[in-house]
């Protein structure tokens, strides 16, 4: 998988691509360590990733404890088909806001 974080007037992003699985924690890992450098809200951009999993889900839920402790709010973006089902599924729209 690909992260690429960015910065933004009111915050930061972390722009996902391909598979959030387990075998991606690493490269995830160091872009929540990157963009909670920033200032502001923190958006986990999620447009091109296809699939994930539960090991995908305990990040993001780790990305929101690390945040929550700096005061961030943190909201999963652009989440659609079965990327969108999981986090419904999983009721993720009561820990995070997603648009």
Same mark, same amino acid.
């Given at each position: 998988?690909?992260?690429?974080?960015?910065?933004?007037?009111?915050?930061?992003?972390?722009?996902?691509?391909?598979?959030?699985?387990?075998?991606?924690?690493?490269?995830?890992?160091?872009?929540?360590?990157?963009?909670?450098?920033?200032?502001?809200?923190?958006?986990?951009? %999620?447009?091109?990733?296809?699939?994930?999993?539960?090991?995908? %889900?305990?990040?993001? %839920?780790? %990305?929101?404890?690390?945040?929550?402790?700096?005061?961030?709010?943190?909201?999963?973006?652009?989440?659609?088909?079965?990327?969108?089902?999981?986090?419904?599924?999983?009721?993720?729209?009561?820990?995070?806001?997603?648009?």
């Amino acid at each position: 998988m690909e992260v690429t974080v960015t910065r933004s007037a009111d915050g930061a992003q972390i722009k996902l691509n391909g598979r959030f699985d387990f075998n991606a924690h690493r490269e995830f890992r160091d872009g929540v360590d990157r963009v909670l450098k920033e200032n502001g809200r923190v958006d986990v951009d %999620l447009a091109d990733v296809a699939y994930l999993d539960s090991s995908a %889900l305990g990040m993001l %839920l780790m %990305l929101r404890d690390k945040a929550k402790g700096g005061n961030r709010e943190v909201r999963l973006v652009n989440a659609r088909g079965s990327v969108r089902q999981v986090l419904d599924i999983a009721n993720f729209g009561k820990l995070f806001a997603i648009p």
